[in-house]
């Protein structure tokens, strides 16, 4: 029951994370077309956001993990 709250907590502030992430210049971005082709390294709040994501992204499978070993 605990579990699954943590993970719903868990999962919201992921889709969060994922959504305030700045995105390139769209679909084209994605192609190599448009846009600034130069490398750009992410700072700050841009920095942390991306990692939150990550550690966010990790926390949630294992969550999911623990429920399924432990059904």
């Given at each position: 029951m605990t579990i699954t709250i943590i993970e719903v907590a868990v999962s919201i502030?992921?889709?969060?994370?994922?959504?305030?992430?700045?995105?390139?210049?769209g679909i084209s971005g994605v192609f190599g077309g448009g846009g600034d082709a130069s490398y750009q390294t992410r700072r700050g709040i841009e920095k942390g956001v991306f990692w939150g994501t990550i550690v966010l992204s990790f926390l949630f499978v294992a969550l999911a993990l623990i429920k399924l070993i432990g059904a």
């Amino acid at each position: 029951m605990t579990i699954t709250i943590i993970e719903v907590a868990v999962s919201i502030l992921l889709i969060a994370f994922v959504l305030i992430q700045e995105r390139s210049s769209g679909i084209s971005g994605v192609f190599g077309g448009g846009g600034d082709a130069s490398y750009q390294t992410r700072r700050g709040i841009e920095k942390g956001v991306f990692w939150g994501t990550i550690v966010l992204s990790f926390l949630f499978v294992a969550l999911a993990l623990i429920k399924l070993i432990g059904a």
